[in-house]
Nanobody, 119 residues
Framework: QVQLVESGGGLVQAGGSLRLSCAAS????????LGWFRQAPGKEREFVAA????????RYAVSVQGRFSISRDSVKKSGYLQLNSLKPEDTAVYSC????????????WGQGTQVTVSS
């Protein structure tokens, strides 16, 4: 099994930056892709970004393209999400997730970290 723990959330003013981390443990060799998702109050959880664990291929939601950057360090068994030019609408609980195959859904989840952007 893989366990994921996020850190790095907090309160930031609009236009500011944060860096979220996702520490992976356990059977990390089984990770195919690491993703970040967010859920704002009263809204559905939405995809933010994802990166393949070995190849480093990344993809982003249109709403964060050009502002957020995903990366991973497979040696340190960690994933990162750099959030720049933050907007109040980016306020949400951010969670990292992993899937073990391109044919499987994201099934392994962290507990989430709160990001609050003030105007």
């Amino acid at each position: 099994q893989v366990q994921l723990v996020e850190s790095g959330g907090g309160l930031v003013q609009a236009g500011g930056s944060l860096r979220l981390s996702c520490a992976a443990s356990g059977r990390t060799f089984s990770i195919y892709e690491l993703g970040w998702f967010r859920q704002a109050p009263g809204k559905e959880r939405e995809f933010v970004a994802a990166i393949t664990w070995n190849g480093g291929d990344s993809r982003y939601a249109v709403s964060v393209q050009g502002r957020f950057s995903i990366s991973r360090d497979s040696v340190k068994k960690s994933g990162y999400l750099q959030l720049n030019s933050l907007k109040p609408e980016d306020t949400a609980v951010y969670s990292c997730a992993a899937r073990t195959s391109r044919f499987r859904a994201f099934e392994i989840w962290g507990q989430g970290t709160q990001v609050t952007v003030s105007s």
